[in-house]
């Protein structure tokens, strides 16, 4: 049984996009991911317009 | 042929080559003899194309000889980070696995047109893994080493970069900067270093990190050269995407115009936290030389450093996710435990993250309606030991690889132009970021000059090397 609730996802995403975890790399994904996450929630908490377009094709 | 080319500038080496004075021969060999007699303790260089490097400066001199018009950097040697393509190579990118590609076909756009313009090609740089990292350490090929104290980091993930060019191994050396790889090494290893306006430089034929955050560009001992090395690279290029369809803007003969009338403020709140006492320094040495006494607030800089992050590591992840599957055992640990993790973030969330760069980009640019220059720190610290892991700051004991960028990243976030200027502080120097509006590297690289003249920014000389 996993050990945080986090495990529970990196084994389903590890899964579903077949990528390898071994259990000695597990501690070292779930603080890479759990920082990731926090950083994500300050964007994510962030109002934003509906109409506001993806920078993704980026002219500076 | 009496000129010694040791110690001089890229535009001094290239006027004496021109002029009769040097040959590009000499030159050469002069680079290639500082490099064998001070790579092994930078370990910056991983190729040394040597022979390639003599054929091209014999096709230098042979055209000066022949009375042929040459370029304005007439047998100035320069080396690049290994993830540009380099003919004959395999573009390692830092890495093991790309050790097994098939060797370039084809030199990368800005190797061809710093060669277009008499350079010589005399090897490739030392780097983090794949881009990802500020350190300048590489499990594979060993850290990059600093010139003015071999026991501290170069910075990354440009590190032979800022190594090989702050050790006056050689006048100019290309880097890619993705949240602030050119900037840091600069920072660390006492160099001038611009990164342009994102998508004014061509990516072609360099191993990609994020491609919505990279970019490519020049490190220098002087503002000049390094004027000299982006005038040289500038122009379109169909064979990169994002790169623009903007004319060249030359700004070599632009420098010497000064500072007068241009609004220069300091950034406020989130780059004035989190510093060490040698960033405040450098910080008031460079504001008081330009007489900025304004103090501007980038807004949710924070936060644009938090989706640049997320953006980041999710574009990488992706960009790797075929190698992390079949060989994930010949990667770093830690650059591959990242990774794995960035193929776990939600896609909303990055899609949320580059909704946000657009929001940010609006409101930082109405910042440059009040002010051209904005300046800020290019680095928290000066050079952390090799191996360091931890600082302690207030009190509170912060990880440094995390850290080192918090400055650099909200600026590349949005692509904005910057030059990092080094203060020669002692013992070690620092970098100051000298920002402005998109596609103005001609205002940034003035700053820069005009610091560089008033002696408030300077390369120092390699304090590690005897």
Not at chain 1, 10 to 38: F, G, Q
Not at chain 2, 19 to 25: E, R
Not at chain 2, 386 to 405: C, H, K, M, S, Y
Request: glycine share 8%.
């Amino acid at each position: 049984m996993a050990a945080d609730p986090l495990d529970d996802y990196i084994d389903a995403v590890a899964k579903a996009l077949a990528l390898p975890v071994e259990e000695a790399w597990r501690p070292a994904v779930r603080a890479n991911l759990e920082v990731s996450l926090r950083l994500a929630r300050l964007v994510d908490e962030f109002p934003l317009p509906d109409e506001t377009e993806p920078a993704s094709v980026y002219t500076a | 042929m009496t000129v010694n080319s040791d110690g001089l500038s890229a535009q001094q080496i290239a006027q004496a080559v021109a002029g009769g004075k040097l040959s590009a021969l000499d030159a050469t060999e002069a680079a290639l003899a500082r490099i064998a007699k001070y790579d092994s303790v930078l370990n910056s260089f991983t190729d040394i194309t040597a022979d390639r490097a003599r054929a091209k400066a014999r096709a230098v001199d042979a055209a000066i000889a022949a009375g042929q018009k040459v370029g304005p950097l007439a047998g100035v040697s320069f080396a690049v980070k290994n993830l540009f393509d380099v003919k004959g190579l395999a573009t390692r990118a830092g890495s093991k696995i790309n050790r097994d590609l098939a060797p370039s076909p084809r030199d990368a756009t800005l190797i061809e047109r710093m060669e277009a313009a008499g350079a010589v090609l005399v090897g490739a740089l030392n780097m983090g893994e794949y881009a990802y990292d500020f350190t300048g350490e590489n499990v594979h090929d060993g850290p990059s080493r600093n010139p003015h104290d071999p026991t501290r980091m170069t910075g990354g993930s440009s590190g032979g970069s800022g190594s090989t060019v702050g050790g006056a191994l050689v006048p100019i050396a290309l880097g890619s900067d993705t949240n602030g790889s050119i900037r840091v090494p600069s920072s660390f290893c006492g160099v001038f270093g611009l990164k342009p306006t994102y998508g004014r430089l061509s990516r072609a034929r360099s191993f990609p990190f994020v491609a919505s955050l990279d970019h490519l560009g020049p490190l220098a001992r002087n503002v000049g050269d390094l004027a000299l090395a982006y005038d040289a690279m500038q122009g379109p290029d169909a064979d990169d995407a994002a790169c623009t369809t903007r004319p060249v803007e030359p700004v070599a003969p632009l420098l010497a115009k000064g500072v007068d009338g241009l609004r220069v403020a300091v950034a406020g709140g989130y780059f004035q936290k989190n510093v060490f006492p040698e960033a405040i320094e450098a910080m008031a040495r460079i504001a008081k030389a330009l007489n900025a006494t304004r103090t501007v607030e980038i807004p949710e800089a924070a936060r644009a450093r938090a989706a640049a992050y997320v953006i980041t590591t999710t574009e990488g992840a992706s960009l790797h996710l075929d190698r992390l599957r079949q060989r994930p055992n010949d990667f770093d640990p830690a650059v591959r435990d990242r990774l794995i993790a960035g193929a776990m973030v939600p896609a909303p969330l990055v899609d949320r993250a580059q909704k946000f760069r657009r929001w940010y980009r609006a409101r930082v640019l109405e910042l440059f309606q009040s002010v051209d220059v904005i300046i800020a720190p290019a680095t928290p610290c000066i050079a952390p030991k090799l191996g360091q892991v931890t600082f302690t700051l207030d009190g509170v004991e912060l990880p440094v690889r995390a850290n080192i960028g918090i400055h650099t990243q909200p600026i590349s976030f949005i692509g904005l132009p910057v030059v990092a200027v080094p203060v020669p502080l002692e013992p070690m120097p620092i970098g100051v970021q000298i920002i402005a509006a998109p596609w103005r590297e001609d205002i940034a690289l003035r700053v820069a000059h005009a610091l560089e003249r008033m002696g408030a920014a300077a390369a120092p000389a390699p304090r590690g090397l005897s």
